[in-house]
């Protein structure tokens, strides 16, 4: 991923600049390492690099798992900074699942649900899924290095692929060089981004790396040396098969468009195209064939996340969204001191800059004029999407809309979260087309970002009771100053620093900087949970809790567990030793939930009921868990459980209150 187009000789610029509309095709036969070439390009590899050394040795990450604390005060970590209750899915959910892989070495889950591996691009040591989830294998390091050290080097390694590989395959598509990194400041800090825990990076990391190093590989099959082509085009196709897990809403509204620009750049050479086509051809059967073989390594979880009451196969419609979701995105600072919204949450309300659609519309004419064939190709292709999923997030499809394939996948407030995303890469691409005085269109870009920003503003006051008038007018006039020096000085680089200055002035502390893994792993509560972990193991039973607290404690710290994170679906033929008729299966049935056990049901009658959003909750008797086909051997619990079915071990301290730990009398 650290080769540069440039020959040897090549001065700068280099030669991952534009070509000019009327130059020879350039030599793409002569390659050199952008390690070794100008001075530019090796830094924007080793920078890169030595912060991710820096993060890695230090035991950083922006994870919120602070808040789960042996004194439940909410700093259960050492960390610089506020963790929210609002990233439950992160410091609830897939921190505990990630740490979980460190202690067993493989993905664990309740016994009554699917694997995770799917959803969160985690190894349970399956050939293909390793290879496919290949930095998921750093987890299951954890019996030999630091967990912390790991944990970091698994939560930074997106942020590593995003800033060595955005910005030469921006330039190579048409932009300059400070202008690339203006695409990346805007992708990494956008309120998004940082309201959903870099969930948008980590897509359009994968997408940008396999989209570079698919590029890589078309200039080695042009060259002739097609062994080299083949290999990079099968690691360009692994990356990009990524885009089929995770969160695919997301990938279709952010990922894709970039891939396909990339594609269309491409193929767009009439001199290189047939090469191209072979690379892209290679690229496409490696990502087949490594996304078939990891779907049928988790046809089990597969099958059931398709199968689900939610999310399953769901269809939707396009609908209209308020203005702060779609336009009002620079103005969505200081949410981290304020009140919590009146409308939805914060990260319900956060976006991307689609600011720079109306941006990208000042300077097309003049920008589009200045384009090469392929760059128009790339332009069109992510104007068009942008265009698309705008629509989706701005108007009423009705009832045609559910059966748009793809679109129809996609809630219309996910298109209008991410939306952004491309119209950012499509700026960053025609802002760089622009020569000559642009001083006429700086102002006129100036004025219309900064109209739009103060609707999109004005709105935002519906949902942030706090946000103040001069928070208004901050952010009109930081985006009409960042529009009108960018505008005006595309080739210049202050404009990009000084928006990433305004970038993180807004955004800087809407996340912690944690250093380890908190109390998770490192307290007298860990210690009671891995040896609790260590008894059910050597018993073959299960440990079942009635807290989503402790659920987190015990699955950090790999225990066997009946309760926890029902993420990709259920295990039916679990479930059916509780709900046997299926009663309850439109509350069991569901994926991305929580699931506990509360020891209060009756006797013989087991029953479950949704608590709340995304929660599930099993009414059941000790005695009859202790009696059924379960395996529960353990229970902890928040209060005193009396009766004849339970055996008291032990109590501890765990989110600032006692936890009770039990053994159950005559299982079976």
């Known amino acids: 991923m650290s080769e540069s187009p440039e020959s040897p000789e090549s001065p700068e610029p280099s030669a991952e600049s534009p070509e000019s509309p009327r130059s020879p095709a350039p030599d793409v036969g002569r390659r050199s390492w952008r390690i070794s070439g100008s001075w530019p390009d090796r830094l924007e590899v080793l920078l ?58 493989t993905s664990t889950a309740p016994s009554l649900s699917q694997d995770p591996d799917l959803i969160y691009q985690i190894s349970s040591g399956q050939v293909v899924e390793s290879v496919l989830f290949h930095e998921g294998n750093l987890l299951r390091l954890g019996p030999w290095l630091p967990d912390e050290m790991l944990f970091s080097a698994f939560r930074a390694w997106s942020w590593l692929l995003l800033v060595l590989a955005l910005p030469p395959l921006l330039r ?34 994968f997408a940008a790396a396999g989209s ?35 969160y695919v809403p997301w990938s279709l509204t952010l990922g894709v468009p970039l891939v396909i620009a990339t594609g269309v750049y491409l193929v767009a050479d009439r001199v290189t195209r047939r090469q191209a086509l072979l690379t892209v051809g290679a690229g496409a059967l490696v990502s087949l064939a490594v996304l078939a073989g990891t779907l049928v390594e988790n046809a089990a979880s597969l099958s059931a996340e398709l199968n689900t009451v939610y999310p399953g196969l769901r269809r939707v419609t396009g609908a209209a969204q308020m203005p702060v979701q779609l336009v009002g995105g620079p103005a969505l600072f200081e949410m981290e001191d304020g009140a919590a919204p009146t409308l939805l949450n914060q990260s319900e309300i956060s976006s991307g800059f689609l600011v720079c ?26 104007a068009a999407a942008t265009a698309l999923w705008s629509a989706w997030a701005m108007f009423d499809w009705g009832p045609l809309g559910e059966h748009i394939p793809l679109l129809s996948s996609v809630l219309p407030v996910r298109a209008a979260q991410t939306v952004g995303f491309p119209a950012t890469l499509l700026l960053v691409l025609l802002v760089s087309r622009l020569t000559g005085d642009s001083s006429r269109l700086a102002v006129a870009a100036a004025v219309t970002t900064g109209v739009v920003t103060a609707y999109g503003a004005s709105d935002a006051r519906r949902a942030l009771p706090d946000l103040a008038t001069w ?13 009108y020096a960018v505008t005006r000085w595309p080739s210049r680089s202050w404009p990009v620093v000084g928006t990433a200055v305004v970038c993180l002035a807004a955004g800087i502390d809407a996340n912690p900087v944690v250093r380890g893994v908190g109390d998770l792993r490192t307290s007298p509560a860990a210690d009671a949970a891995r040896a609790l972990t260590q008894r059910a193991e050597a018993d073959g039973t299960l440990i079942a809790t009635n807290s989503m607290a402790a659920n987190a404690l015990l699955i950090a710290n790999g225990a066997p567990t009946l309760t926890g994170n029902q993420v990709t679906g259920p295990i039916v033929s679990e479930w059916e030793k509780v709900d046997p008729d299926h009663e309850y299966e439109n509350v069991w049935n569901r994926g991305a939930s929580y699931l506990y056990v509360a020891f209060d049901g009756e006797r013989d009658a087991p029953w479950v009921e949704e608590a709340a959003p995304d929660v599930i909750v099993i009414h059941a008797h000790p005695c009859w868990l202790a009696e059924s086909d379960l395996d529960v051997g353990y229970v902890v619990a928040t209060l005193e459980i009396p009766g004849r079915c339970v055996r008291p071990l032990r109590t501890f301290t765990w989110n600032g209150g006692t936890q009770y730990v039990y053994a159950l009398r005559d299982r079976g």
Do not use: C, K, N
């Open 172 to 205: 190579r598509m048409g932009a300059s060089r400070p202008l690339s990194w203006l695409g990346v400041v805007l992708v990494f800090l956008a309120p998004a981004s940082l309201w959903w825990s870099f969930m948008p990076v980590r897509i359009m990391a």
């Open 48 to 105: 890169p690099l030595l912060a991710y050394a820096v993060i890695v040795l230090g035991s950083l990450s922006t994870s919120s798992l602070g808040l789960l604390s042996v004194e439940g005060t909410g700093e259960g970590a050492d960390q610089w900074g506020t963790s929210l209750p609002i990233r439950s899915d992160e410091w609830l959910t897939q921190a505990p699942i990630d740490l979980s892989v460190l202690a067993h070495g």
């Open 357 to 382: 659609a109306f941006w990208a519309l000042v300077v097309w004419r003049r920008a589009w004029a200045g384009a090469t064939t392929a760059q128009r190709g790339a332009i069109a292709t992510l």
């Open 471 to 483: 928070q208004v007018w901050a952010a009109v006039l930081g985006v009409s100053a960042v529009a």
């Open 212 to 246: 570079y190093v698919l590029w890589l590989a078309r200039d080695r099959m042009v060259a002739g040396h097609r062994v080299t082509a083949v290999l990079q085009a099968g690691l360009a196709g692994i990356l990009l098969a990524r885009l089929v897990t995770y």
